[in-house]
């Protein structure tokens, strides 16, 4: 069937199809003709942020909960400010449809005001970025945007559309959209069959076995099958920070967290000390390796490596047998092929429990004594894994606010309940984060930040008090970029950086203009009922909880706990 539609028409009617629900975005006069048939003729709901930037973080995470592509609109103006959010999704694998608005074709070589050359721009942290000339190309490219952004290796894509596209107008023959593609991973390819053999094989010959799952596991939904493989050969499984929670932390075979940014040591010793790891959709990152030091000695180890990256499998080790397939879908052929086996290896029953349980009491019960005005984020993080509802959501970002959540808090549902951007790391993610997620999910929203970050996204305060979202930000401030003041005077020995501490702030006054409920935590005595009240209250939430920098109180990064024990300074690992 045909029909003269407009590119503003045709645009939301191929955005219906492919099932989105909501887009994130802020207006500019580039994109004022799409608005105009957006409020006649769509119920896609219009997320208004505050800030481009904030936008594209909270469309990232919206995909990472909804298993769906977060869809993402900017003004030619501020066409540059999506760059943070859209290189975290690029890194993490995690597909995005990322619609610029633009001047007229062309007029950007007359210098007209706001004019760059925005594919080139995107070129290198899309998978594909498209520039819309006529109309008519639109169903197609659409089309082709999901299929790429989902399919293989997820990422986002880019679309360019002039701001004359909105109100042209072309007969539309092609209104169609492929259900494959709503969702991700789209497709999920099985590995080599020969080489699912041999790696099972070496997984049942191997004395001392882990399984070792980046957010990739997540990303394909494998956490069903990844516990039931463990289960069935009794392997334990780490994840790196981006994969927490790939299984219950508290079931008896996972090792949580590894790694430099919230690995414990007695997890970081245990896969130093298998002989036998299994990568599981990890790109076998600097962060989540401690600098590819984790396993020690390449050579005395035999690593299998799972990925839907071919490029990822075999980057960072010498693989014995690599895997290029979906996680979930390769997984479940091994544990098919299990099924069929005469006899599985006579292991006896692994309860990794009361070895959790006693590295985190001896964290929880350290009793560290704190700086002076400062309040332990080992208590904050204790208290609130304790309370905290099985509906809810935390996120985080790199520094003090990120790391004690990272190591402490147990996800006791396999899925995406812990959400960081431990991909690119830039500051002032959390906070958009939280935003996407409360689109997605029902339940209440943690986000830990600092107050390093913080200043990023202030002005969201107010999209979050507009949403009516439970969004709680707790602020763990400490009045400096910590971890650079960490990384500084723990490793490069300086005596007092110079570039790290900036002045102090009434955030509360400020969280208050902007209407939130707010609670300033003093002691730790304060900690449980400030978080309840936060947590039962269906709206916005403010808390702010001083802490230590991370040079007076050394947190779980083995690099700094070595030099802390060498300084005989006070840490948690």
Same mark, same amino acid.
Not at 191 to 216: F, N, S, W, Y
Not at 350 to 359: C, G, I, N, P
Not at 439 to 445: E, K, L, V
Not at 466 to 487: A, C, M, P, Q
């Given at each position: 069937?045909?029909?003269?539609?407009?590119?503003?028409?045709?645009?939301?009617?191929?955005?219906?199809?492919?099932?989105?629900?909501?887009?994130?975005?802020?207006?500019?006069?580039?994109?004022?003709?799409?608005?105009?048939?957006?409020?006649?003729?769509?119920?896609?709901?219009?997320?208004?942020?505050?800030?481009?930037?904030?936008?594209?973080?909270?469309?990232?995470?919206?995909?990472?909960?909804?298993?769906?592509?977060?869809?993402?609109?900017?003004?030619?103006?501020?066409?540059? @400010?999506?760059?943070?959010?859209?290189?975290?999704?690029?890194?993490?694998?995690?597909?995005?449809?990322?619609?610029?608005?633009?001047?007229?074709?062309?007029?950007?070589?007359?210098?007209?005001?706001?004019?760059?050359?925005?594919?080139?721009?995107?070129?290198?942290?899309?998978?594909?970025?498209?520039?819309?000339?006529?109309?008519?190309?639109?169903?197609?490219?659409?089309?082709?945007?999901?299929?790429?952004?989902?399919?293989?290796?997820?990422?986002?894509? @880019?679309?360019?559309?002039?701001?004359?596209?909105?109100?042209?107008?072309?007969?539309?023959?092609?209104?169609?959209?492929?259900?494959?593609?709503?969702?991700?991973?789209?497709?999920?390819?099985?590995?080599?069959?020969?080489?699912?053999?041999?790696?099972?094989?070496?997984?049942?010959?191997?004395?001392?076995?882990?399984?070792?799952?980046?957010?990739?596991?997540?990303?394909?939904?494998?956490?069903?099958?990844?516990?039931?493989?463990?289960?069935?050969?009794?392997?334990?499984?780490?994840?790196?920070?981006?994969?927490?929670?790939?299984?219950?932390?508290?079931?008896?075979?996972?090792?949580?967290?590894?790694?430099?940014?919230?690995?414990?040591?007695?997890?970081?010793?245990?896969?130093?000390?298998?002989?036998?790891?299994?990568?599981?959709?990890?790109?076998?990152?600097?962060?989540?390796?401690?600098?590819?030091?984790?396993?020690?000695?390449?050579?005395?180890?035999?690593?299998? @490596?799972?990925?839907?990256?071919?490029?990822?499998?075999?980057?960072?080790?010498?693989?014995?047998?690599?895997?290029?397939?979906?996680?979930?879908?390769?997984?479940?052929?091994?544990?098919?092929?299990?099924?069929?086996?005469?006899?599985?290896?006579?292991?006896?029953?692994?309860?990794?429990?009361?070895?959790?349980?006693?590295?985190?009491?001896?964290?929880?019960?350290?009793?560290?004594?704190?700086?002076?005005?400062?309040?332990?984020?080992?208590?904050?993080?204790?208290?609130?894994?304790?309370?905290?509802?099985?509906?809810?959501?935390?996120?985080?970002?790199?520094?003090?606010?990120?790391?004690?959540?990272?190591?402490?808090?147990?996800?006791?549902?396999?899925?995406?309940?812990?959400?960081?951007?431990?991909?690119?790391?830039?500051?002032?993610?959390?906070?958009?984060?939280?935003?996407?997620?409360?689109?997605?999910?029902?339940?209440?929203?943690?986000?830990?930040?600092?107050?390093?970050?913080?200043?990023?996204?202030?002005?969201?305060?107010?999209?979050?008090?507009?949403?009516?979202?439970?969004?709680?930000?707790?602020?763990?401030?400490?009045?400096?970029?910590?971890?650079?003041?960490?990384?500084?005077?723990?490793?490069?020995?300086?005596?007092?950086?110079?570039?790290?501490?900036?002045?102090?702030?009434?955030?509360?006054?400020?969280?208050?203009?902007?209407?939130?409920?707010?609670?300033?935590?003093?002691?730790?005595?304060?900690?449980?009922?400030?978080?309840?009240?936060?947590?039962?209250?269906?709206?916005?939430?403010?808390?702010?909880?001083?802490?230590?920098?991370?040079?007076?109180?050394?947190?779980?990064?083995?690099?700094?706990?070595?030099?802390?024990?060498?300084?005989?300074?006070?840490?948690?690992?």
């Amino acid at each position: 069937m045909t029909a003269r539609m407009n590119g503003a028409q045709t645009i939301l009617k191929m955005l219906e199809l492919h099932g989105v629900t909501h887009v994130f975005g802020l207006p500019g006069e580039t994109t004022i003709g799409w608005y105009k048939e957006w409020q006649e003729h769509s119920d896609i709901e219009y997320v208004l942020t505050r800030d481009e930037r904030t936008a594209s973080y909270a469309a990232e995470a919206y995909a990472k909960v909804t298993g769906r592509p977060g869809v993402l609109e900017a003004p030619s103006p501020g066409v540059t @400010h999506c760059t943070p959010g859209m290189t975290e999704a690029y890194l993490s694998s995690v597909p995005l449809i990322y619609f610029s608005s633009d001047i007229p074709i062309n007029q950007d070589k007359k210098h007209g005001l706001t004019g760059v050359d925005q594919t080139a721009l995107y070129a290198s942290i899309s998978k594909e970025s498209f520039h819309i000339t006529n109309v008519k190309e639109i169903p197609f490219l659409m089309r082709r945007a999901f299929r790429v952004a989902t399919s293989g290796r997820p990422a986002p894509v @880019h679309i360019r559309v002039p701001i004359n596209i909105f109100q042209d107008e072309a007969e539309i023959a092609d209104l169609y959209a492929d259900p494959d593609y709503q969702v991700y991973p789209a497709h999920r390819p099985v590995a080599d069959h020969g080489k699912v053999r041999t790696a099972l094989a070496r997984l049942m010959e191997a004395e001392r076995p882990v399984i070792v799952c980046g957010q990739g596991a997540l990303i394909s939904r494998a956490s069903s099958v990844i516990q039931e493989l463990a289960e069935m050969l009794q392997i334990p499984v780490a994840t790196t920070t981006p994969g927490k929670g790939t299984i219950p932390e508290t079931h008896p075979l996972a090792l949580r967290v590894i790694g430099a940014r919230g690995g414990m040591e007695y997890s970081n010793e245990y896969v130093r000390n298998a002989d036998t790891i299994f990568f599981v959709g990890s790109n076998t990152d600097s962060s989540g390796t401690d600098h590819w030091k984790l396993y020690g000695p390449p050579e005395s180890k035999t690593f299998l @490596h799972l990925d839907i990256a071919e490029a990822h499998v075999g980057n960072n080790f010498p693989v014995e047998v690599g895997l290029v397939g979906d996680a979930r879908a390769t997984l479940e052929y091994m544990v098919e092929l299990l099924r069929s086996e005469t006899s599985l290896p006579e292991r006896p029953a692994v309860d990794l429990s009361e070895m959790k349980r006693t590295a985190l009491d001896a964290v929880f019960n350290a009793n560290i004594p704190m700086p002076e005005g400062t309040v332990s984020p080992v208590k904050l993080s204790q208290v609130l894994d304790e309370i905290l509802p099985p509906d809810a959501i935390v996120t985080s970002e790199p520094g003090v606010s990120a790391i004690y959540p990272s190591a402490l808090l147990s996800v006791r549902e396999a899925g995406r309940r812990y959400i960081t951007n431990y991909s690119m790391g830039a500051l002032g993610y959390s906070v958009p984060a939280g935003i996407g997620a409360s689109f997605a999910s029902d339940g209440p929203i943690i986000s830990f930040t600092g107050d390093g970050s913080l200043a990023f996204v202030l002005g969201d305060f107010e999209t979050i008090k507009r949403s009516g979202k439970n969004i709680t930000v707790i602020l763990t401030r400490n009045d400096t970029y910590g971890w650079i003041r960490g990384e500084a005077i723990l490793l490069d020995d300086v005596d007092a950086p110079w570039t790290t501490d900036f002045g102090a702030v009434d955030y509360l006054k400020v969280a208050e203009g902007f209407g939130f409920t707010t609670d300033r935590i003093t002691t730790e005595s304060e900690i449980e009922p400030a978080l309840r009240a936060a947590i039962g209250n269906e709206g916005a939430n403010f808390i702010e909880i001083m802490v230590p920098s991370q040079d007076k109180i050394i947190p779980f990064v083995p690099p700094w706990v070595k030099a802390a024990r060498e300084k005989n300074l006070p840490y948690f690992y």
